[in-house]
């Protein structure tokens, strides 16, 4: 155990149960080394469950790798007796590049809790259900971001029954999956095992699985094993000593200390080895030291380099060490392999996080246009982009394309539906659906990694929440009787997922390829064109034209003169062709995309 050399007593205690009753054995920890305290207990552990008392009050340590109900109790157990049928033949499915990827991020209740042929609703193995796979293959998605599944403390395992909601934000155990989406949280090995069966049955079919970890703060400081283990070591303190506040959360860790770092590097580490999970999603990335996401990413290459690692390039507030030292969105060029969310793509197409209300590009609003361009380039530098007229960046942050997440709307802040329906007083639901599609089709048509929301392809909403981290299922669950309603919007994302993935001019991975290959073309205000051009991924297919038209009228413009077939027009999609164009002037319809190809 990693502890204070001046700590008085360190006593461990191991019980019978992982809730309730009395220790049956205490034993005084000695300290062995400089920082470190070992015990050695006698007897068969098996099935018992232990914590760690120096005074702070009790806890299972920061290392616990299996606890109780409610992560109050470590527990001894047999990880290998948890490993699902065939676990050692579990593969990674293939990526070749981070640009063909395309996440779909997604919270286990969300997703699962009001769908009526579910056997295990809201839970990690409402994931391995065959409806669960069919929806996300048919969609086309080779990527799932699950929000926070780590033990976190909002919900109180003891009484799911109460059907209390979080994203689940506010970690406990950051190494062990939460026993809430797990069939039965008093049974430690069991939510270790049906997290295992999730991850297999994803990866069977061909779905990466990408793990939301927040190191940058934990649910408190009084109760957190950080503090209980080695008090203030793992927090940051401003100068005159307050607990500094960058993930807007009442702390933020200290990533620059050697334990602190240490800690999540292990931690990430395990995951991989232990779940197999191919990527990370790290929460509030701002916050943590560039060279420890660095040290991070070192070590995950020693291990697989096509595992993903993004994050949020912000913090919620000023963290205690420089902005120069931080992963912020600024210094990723410092961080090789390491991606960043682009707001400035997100709040051009919909409007900015600050105000619902304010629409943008979307609306038809005129000067969003190098803000879009910037993020359809991949947030690199391109010839044609001006930085002096991007929103939020006047210059370049990504090295690469697949540095950059192209999204336009995420856990976080309203759903794309609610946006619209926000910042677009009146629109009508033929208007909101076809804006809907447009918006995503800048965001799979953009050289970044795409990015959606799950059941942003059912049409979802969230009833106008903003932030509906603690809202009720009401607010935050799938609508799957959308599918019936709206299959016109699942098939216009399936067919521009699979059109991404069919034809590689749309993540071409590289810098210099997406310089040379990518064209912005002159088109009026409120509409953004470009040409994929020389580009030799399928013979037929060697020049590409997308035109995004935001306006409520059609628009004509100018194209390098030739003989088009046309692919997706007014809301539709057919890779084998809608009609043809020969010439050099194209109409786009009003509010949706044009994509031709020669």
């Not at 209390?164 to 069939?183: A, I, L, R």
């Amino acid at each position: 155990m990693f502890a204070p050399n001046d700590a008085k007593q360190i006593t461990v205690r191991v019980y019978k149960d992982g809730l309730g009753g009395k220790a049956i054995k205490r034993v005084k920890m000695q300290k062995t080394g400089n920082e470190c305290w070992t015990a050695t207990i006698k007897g068969d552990l098996m099935g018992k469950f232990y914590t760690f008392d120096m005074g702070k009050g009790e806890c299972p340590g920061v290392f616990a790798k299996a606890v109780g109900a409610n992560g109050k109790r470590g527990a001894i157990i047999n990880m290998a007796s948890t490993d699902p049928e065939h676990w050692c033949c579990d593969e990674r499915p293939v990526t070749k590049s981070p640009a063909d990827l395309i996440i779909y991020e997604m919270h286990h209740r969300d997703f699962s809790i009001n769908r009526q042929d579910a056997q295990y609703p809201g839970k990690f193995m409402a994931l391995t259900e065959p409806w669960a796979i069919d929806h996300l293959k048919s969609l086309g998605i080779n990527a799932v971001h699950i929000l926070p599944s780590y033990d976190y403390g909002s919900v109180d395992e003891t009484r799911l029954s109460d059907n209390k909601y979080n994203w689940g934000y506010d970690p406990v155990n950051y190494n062990v999956p939460e026993g809430g989406y797990s069939t039965n949280p008093y049974k430690p090995e069991v939510r270790i095992r049906e997290f295992k069966q999730m991850v297999q049955a994803l990866h069977k079919a061909g779905i990466r699985v990408i793990l939301d970890v927040v190191y940058n703060h934990t649910y408190d400081i009084e109760h957190s094993n950080f503090q209980r283990t080695y008090p203030d070591y793992f927090y940051r303190k401003t100068a005159d000593g307050q607990y500094s506040n960058g993930s807007g959360c009442g702390n933020e860790t200290a990533s620059e200390k050697p334990m602190m770092r240490q800690f999540m590097i292990e931690s990430v580490k395990y995951w991989i080895n232990e779940f197999h999970i191919d990527g990370f999603r790290f929460d509030l990335m701002g916050v943590h030291d560039i060279e420890t996401m660095n040290a991070i990413r070192k070590a995950v290459n020693d291990i697989d380099p096509t595992i993903f690692i993004y994050g949020e390039g912000w913090s919620a507030g000023a963290c205690a060490i420089p902005n120069e030292q931080l992963g912020m969105k600024a210094n990723i060029p410092q961080m090789p392999t390491i991606a960043a969310f682009s707001d400035e793509i997100r709040d051009a197409l919909r409007g900015p996080f600050s105000d619902d209300k304010q629409p943008a590009f979307l609306a038809g609003l005129a000067g969003h246009k190098e803000s879009i361009k910037f993020g359809i380039a991949g947030a690199i530098s391109h010839p044609q982009v001006d930085m002096t007229k991007v929103n939020y960046s006047k210059e370049p942050w990504a090295t690469e394309p697949t540095q950059m997440i192209s999204y336009v709307s995420c856990h976080d802040d309203m759903c794309l539906v609610d946006r619209l329906q926000s910042s677009i007083p009146g629109i009508t639901t033929e208007e909101l659906i076809k804006l809907d599609l447009l918006a995503q089709t800048a965001v799979f048509t953009s050289q970044g990694v795409p990015f959606m929301l799950s059941g942003e392809e059912l049409l979802r909403n969230k009833k106008g929440v903003h932030n509906s981290f603690e809202s009720p299922d009401s607010i935050n669950q799938l609508n799957w009787d959308n599918l019936k309603q709206y299959p016109q919007v699942f098939n216009y994302y399936k067919n521009l997922i699979q059109l991404r993935k069919n034809h590689p001019a749309f993540r071409l991975g590289n810098a210099d390829l997406v310089r040379k290959h990518l064209e912005f073309i002159d088109a009026p205000e409120s509409v953004v064109a470009f040409r994929l051009k020389n580009y030799a991924g399928r013979d037929d297919w060697r020049n590409i034209i997308v035109v995004l038209n935001a306006n409520k009228e059609p628009m004509e413009l100018t194209i390098p003169d030739g003989h088009y077939t046309i692919v997706c027009c007014d809301g539709t999609i057919n890779e084998n062709g809608l009609g043809t164009l020969k010439g050099s002037k194209a109409i786009v319809d009003a509010q949706s995309a044009l994509i031709l190809h020669d």
